[in-house]
């Protein structure tokens, strides 16, 4: 159990700096979950934490330690892998035995681990079995039990669940948020799968191009994005957004509609006829389909209609924007018929068009 | 129905060439043999049935087991100087990525030169007067030696030979194998503590093992058949210290014009070469993982 802190953070890849400045802390036992899109430099800052990778400036402390330059063997951390990077040739005993036996611990110490580690996991059923002779989810909680029985200060996990399938991949991930409660250890969990970070984390940290956008509890990050990017990345289906102007005491959308301002956070902040270009930023969960002439919200025209069972999502354009809405199922809506939208009050956000961050 | 027979008709009439290539080229000299080995060759160069005659013959041949016995000790001599050079070769040139193209050419260069001419090079080589071995061997305080004339020396001199020439092949195969080790697998073994030793032994070779198995089975056929390099340096001598299965059997055949006894003892070492590779061909997919 350690705390983890990087200091002035700097990677390069010979030219290319692939992050230029970067600060974060997590505290001791916090499972926090790296999100971002492929490149954003994620998975290199798991790895320069791993030690796999050096850093071109700036400070790595794991616990008290300052640890650059510290090979990943001296570091006590544990990591599980993409593809789980089992020892093929080696049984699943061997596989979790091989880093204790480096370590020099004795028999006896190594059994113990191992029969916790599988009975925790539920593997010991298939210990004399080699990788090739498990399934993907099996594979994925040997990782996990190679990675325990070393009992380390900090679990990294790189993207463990991209190569499960749908149905496995919740069922996993619902484990490892189990395990993780179980042995409260700091975890550091990559992914660019945005509800894999909702559900899993304390708190997410969001980065783009090795920068970070934002730090936060999972509905922090959901209802108070910072900025487009965070808005935009963080929710499935996207969150939608509409170029506004300030008329009065209203938002007027390119098609003439408007959207009073007092059920949008941060309007008032905003005064009229402003040069600014404001985008209006709203979750298709928190459009509600009012169905046709309510006289409330926004009318528009269905263009394609996706059904869940739950939630029936709706595709429709407004001005020159393409939009989603996740609406009631009971409206039994069909591609041309006209619906209005009312968004939620006090759930939609604006942003600075221009730079992007969210206008409190 | 007829859509299927024209499909067939044209599937025949594609590989038609392939087979009459296969029948005539390695069906009819295969079976030729076969019957051949069934029979006697008289004074006069007439062939005469003779039952298994000749099978029975060669099992109170003398030098048919003398020849056995060479060719294993070659096999077993050879083949283990070529697997372990020929691995640390491919360990070498594997982390001397920075070795320009050319070198690393340089270094895997030698199979492809003719078994006859590396024969002819390194009799100049191991010439006891004039060659460079034992020019070297005298520089050092050595004593020289007569390399291909000493019935001691000369297997483990033609094991030698042929390492140089085939160790590289093994590096290029084992080069490939190595290149499709996972890199994840060596990340998890330095986040493990392994040492570069541990990695060596308990990571790098059991993952190369079924490489290294394939290795053996390709130089296992060749070596079971040994035949120019002896042919040229040696021709089964001194007295017949290298005289393998293969060279025996071309004397006994071409020397003696015996062919029906000569095919018999090349079914029996074909015999043998097949039962190598199917006991092989098991282990490589023990070892597989």
């Given at each position: 159990m350690a705390s983890i802190s990087l200091r002035?953070?700097?990677?390069?890849?010979?030219?290319?700096?692939?992050?230029?400045?970067?600060?974060?802390?997590?505290?001791?036992?916090?499972?926090?979950?790296?999100?971002?899109?492929?490149?954003?430099?994620?998975?290199?800052?798991?790895?320069?934490?791993?030690?796999?990778?050096?850093?071109?400036?700036?400070?790595?402390?794991?616990?008290?330690?300052?640890?650059?330059?510290?090979?990943a063997a001296k570091r006590d951390i544990a990591m599980v892998f993409q593809d789980y990077a089992l020892y093929p040739h080696m049984t699943v005993r061997q596989n979790m035995a091989f880093a204790l036996e480096n370590k020099g611990a004795d028999k006896a110490e190594i059994e113990r681990r191992i029969t916790e580690a599988s009975r925790l996991l539920d593997i010991g059923d298939y210990l004399d079995r080699r990788p090739k002779a498990l399934s993907g989810g099996q594979r994925q909680r040997v990782a996990m039990g190679r990675a325990i029985v070393r009992d380390p200060k900090v679990f990294l996990f790189d993207e463990p669940l991209s190569n499960l399938d749908a149905k496995l991949r919740a069922a996993v991930r619902a484990e490892i948020k189990a395990?993780?409660?179980?042995?409260?250890?700091?975890?550091?969990?990559?992914?660019?799968?945005?509800?894999?970070?909702?559900?899993?984390?304390?708190?997410?940290?969001?980065?783009?191009?090795?920068?970070?956008?934002?730090?936060?509890?999972?509905?922090?990050?959901?209802?108070?994005?910072?900025?487009?990017?965070?808005?935009?990345?963080?929710?499935?289906?996207?969150?939608?957004?509409?170029?506004?102007?300030?008329?009065?005491?209203?938002?007027?959308?390119?098609?003439?509609?408007?959207?009073?301002?007092h059920a949008v956070p941060g309007f008032a902040t905003l005064s009229a006829g402003q040069d600014r270009q404001i985008v209006l930023g709203i979750r298709p969960e928190h459009l509600d389909g009012a169905g046709e002439g309510k006289g409330e919200g926004v009318p528009i025209t269905v263009d394609l209609v996706e059904p869940?069972?739950?939630?029936?999502?709706?595709?429709?354009?407004?001005?020159?924007?393409?939009?989603?809405?996740?609406?009631?199922?009971?409206?039994?809506?069909?591609?041309?018929?006209?619906?209005?939208?009312?968004?939620?009050?006090?759930?939609?956000?604006?942003?600075?068009?221009?730079?992007?961050?969210?206008?409190? | 129905m007829e859509k299927k027979n024209e499909a067939r008709l044209e599937l025949a009439s594609l590989s038609l060439p392939a087979m009459i290539y296969t029948i005539a080229m390695i069906g009819f000299p295969f079976i030729y043999t076969i019957w051949m080995s069934f029979h006697a060759t008289t004074a006069a160069q007439q062939l005469v049935f003779n039952g298994l005659g000749n099978y029975s013959h060669l099992v109170s041949d003398g030098e048919f087991w003398?020849?056995?016995?060479?060719?294993?000790?070659?096999?077993?001599?050879?083949?283990?100087?070529?697997?372990?050079?020929?691995?640390?070769?491919a360990l070498l040139l594997f982390r001397s990525k920075r070795l320009p193209g050319i070198v690393r050419s340089l270094f895997i260069s030698p199979f492809l030169i003719p078994g006859v001419v590396t024969g002819m090079m390194w009799l100049v080589i191991l010439d006891p007067s004039l060659g460079a071995a034992n020019y070297v061997l005298t520089s050092l305080g050595l004593p020289a030696s007569d390399w291909l004339a000493s019935p001691t020396w000369v297997?483990?001199?033609?094991?030698?030979?042929?390492?140089?020439?085939?160790?590289?092949?093994?590096?290029?195969?084992?080069?490939?194998?190595?290149?499709?080790?996972?890199p994840s697998v060596y990340e998890a073994a330095e986040i493990d503590g392994a040492s570069?030793?541990?990695?060596?032994?308990?990571?790098?070779?059991?993952?190369?093992?079924?490489?290294?198995?394939?290795?053996?089975?390709?130089?296992?056929?060749?070596?079971?058949?040994?035949?120019?390099?002896?042919?040229?340096?040696?021709?089964?001598?001194?007295?017949?210290?290298?005289?393998?299965?293969?060279?025996?059997?071309?004397?006994?055949?071409?020397?003696?014009?015996q062919f029906g006894y000569a095919s018999a003892l090349m079914v029996t070492l074909s015999v043998i070469v097949l039962g190598a590779v199917l006991i092989l061909n098991q282990l490589r997919n023990a070892v597989a993982w």
């Open positions: 002035k953070l700097v990677k390069k890849f010979g030219e290319l700096t692939v992050i230029p400045d970067l600060d974060l802390e997590i505290p001791d036992r916090e499972f926090v979950v790296l999100v971002g899109p492929s490149g954003c430099g994620k998975s290199t800052l798991l790895r320069i934490l791993a030690g796999l990778e050096t850093i071109d400036g700036g400070e790595v402390m794991i616990g008290e330690e300052r640890v650059n330059g510290v090979p395990l993780a409660q179980k042995i409260r250890t700091t975890m550091v969990f990559v992914t660019h799968d945005q509800i894999e970070a909702m559900t899993m984390a304390d708190r997410i940290v969001v980065m783009k191009a090795g920068v970070i956008q934002q730090v936060g509890k999972p509905e922090e990050i959901y209802e108070r994005p910072v900025n487009m990017f965070v808005a935009g990345f963080i929710g499935s289906p996207a969150m939608n957004f509409f170029p506004v102007t300030v008329e009065g005491d209203d938002l007027r959308l390119q098609t003439g509609d408007t959207v009073p301002g869940l069972g739950s939630d029936t999502l709706i595709h429709f354009t407004l001005g020159d924007v393409a939009a989603i809405a996740r609406v009631s199922p009971d409206l039994r809506l069909a591609p041309g018929d006209r619906v209005s939208l009312v968004p939620a009050p006090g759930k939609a956000r604006l942003f600075d068009a221009e730079s992007g961050k969210a206008i409190q | 003398h020849g056995l016995v060479v060719t294993f000790y070659l096999y077993f001599l050879s083949l283990a100087l070529q697997l372990f050079f020929g691995t640390y070769l297997v483990p001199t033609i094991a030698i030979i042929d390492t140089w020439q085939w160790a590289p092949y093994v590096a290029l195969i084992v080069l490939g194998g190595l290149q499709s080790l996972p570069r030793r541990k990695v060596l032994f308990r990571i790098t070779l059991p993952l190369l093992l079924p490489t290294i198995m394939t290795a053996t089975i390709l130089r296992s056929v060749d070596l079971l058949r040994f035949f120019d390099l002896i042919y040229i340096t040696t021709q089964g001598g001194p007295a017949n210290a290298s005289d393998t299965l293969n060279i025996y059997g071309f004397r006994v055949g071409f020397e003696f014009f």
